[in-house]
């Protein structure tokens, strides 16, 4: 069948290709994937299954039950000190939803958004797919992987509406400073500026505290503070994220998802407000393990030829740069999963800045990372 011209174009991303590559073959140890390696806790299954034996199984509001937004606001409340109302939230399927219907209530044909390398890849194709035009901003390991505001400045133009910001950062797992974050908060208001603040990784933090963006004198009114239960309660599958934004906005995202998706999975949401509700201490536990993890990662990459990683700051990811070795980041994925067959994500595939670099995501046991570290060490002896 003929497909639309747009499509003629497109081609599966550098992380795609791995995923694909993989699915083909046996034994590999897989550090390609972000998604917790843990299971959603069984309480938080029953109580979806105690819903559903009642009857649960009709459409739901639009915007969201107002029990699960009441628990992303007393989750985000509690744990940053941000405070919203029950109003000012959308339920969105997954986080992955919430840019295109924020995209589409906000941008209008050519308009720009700011996209900061190394990037999360879908946020490109949805600017794109809502009318609107990517703005890729070269960021520098040095400065965190956080933009200056020279280069924001040197990127602006009349058409730019808003930028995205996300931190604790996938790809890179790094964690913009206060202070870097103040600069731009001052940025977006001399530009009359919208931020898209995704802060999914919030409960993943190994430096200081997370710094909620909406929480800056002056951004609350100007930030749509995306996020989700799917990294911090291990819930990939339930497909539930949530954003908070200014009322004007949430409505025309209820409309929009109105001809879209009609609401989000009724029994997800009633999991998704227990598990906001009553697994404080479990996503705590689980943010350890992954700093156990990433830290024990960490030491092992910086003792391989050619390898130099940064200490790990916030997701489950590390963002080691591999340009010593001699190879691109994709000679060094492609080679390290045929020869030794362990599986990251080329660091090119987040933008250009992530060129010299490679993605791990630390979603295995430290047992398997261990494994995959010395396959790792063994493959990079050759440079
Ligand atoms: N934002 C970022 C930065 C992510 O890494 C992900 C998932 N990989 C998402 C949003 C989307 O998460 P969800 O599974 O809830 O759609």
């Given at each position: 069948m003929e497909l639309a011209k747009k499509f003629s174009v497109q081609k599966p991303s550098g992380m795609i290709r791995v995923f694909q590559a993989i699915e083909k073959m046996q034994g590999v140890l897989n550090?390609?994937?972000?998604?917790?390696d843990f299971a959603t806790e069984p309480d938080i299954v029953d109580e979806a299954a105690k819903f559903a034996k009642e009857g649960f199984t009709h459409y739901p509001p639009l915007q969201g039950f107002l029990e699960v937004r009441e628990a992303a606001c007393a989750y985000w409340e509690r744990h940053h000190g941000f405070k919203a109302d029950p109003d000012e939230v959308y339920i969105s399927v997954g986080g992955l939803h919430i840019p295109w219907l924020a995209f589409g209530a906000l941008l209008n044909p050519g308009d720009e958004v700011m996209l900061i390398e190394p990037?999360?890849?879908?946020y490109e194709a949805q600017i794109r797919g809502t009318g609107g035009v990517p703005v890729a901003i070269k960021t520098r390991e040095e400065n965190n992987f956080a933009p200056t505001i020279d280069e924001l400045r040197a990127a602006w133009t009349p058409k730019t509406r808003g930028i995205i910001l996300n931190?604790?950062?996938?790809?890179?797992g790094r964690v913009a400073s206060l202070k870097q974050l103040e600069e731009i908060a001052k940025f977006v208001e001399e530009k009359n500026m919208f931020v898209l603040s995704d802060e999914i990784y919030e409960s993943m933090i190994f430096k200081g505290e997370h710094v909620c963006f909406a929480n800056i004198p002056g951004m609350k009114e100007r930030t749509l503070l995306a996020s989700g239960v799917s990294k911090s309660h291990c819930m990939t599958g339930w497909r539930i994220g949530y954003v908070f934004a200014p009322k004007n906005v949430i409505n025309t995202m209820c409309v929009l998802s109105s001809h879209q998706?009609?609401?989000?999975?009724t029994l997800s949401q009633k999991a998704a407000a227990y598990a906001m509700n009553t697994q404080d201490e479990k996503v705590k536990a689980r943010a350890k393990i992954f700093g156990e993890r990433m830290k024990a990662v960490e030491a092992r990459l910086n003792s391989m030829k050619g390898v130099k990683c940064h200490p790990a700051e916030g997701a489950f990811y590390l963002f080691p740069d591999i340009s010593g070795t001699g190879l691109t980041s994709e000679e060094f994925t492609w080679q390290l999963l045929n020869d030794a067959k362990v599986a990251v994500v080329p660091g090119n595939a987040f933008g250009q800045s992530g060129e010299g670099y490679i993605r791990i995501a630390c979603t295995l046991s430290m047992e398997d990372l261990m494994k995959s570290m010395d396959k790792m060490e063994n493959f990079c002896k050759k440079f």
């Open positions: 550090l390609s994937i972000g998604e917790p990037y999360f890849t879908p931190y604790p950062d996938n790809p890179s998706t009609y609401g989000v999975n």
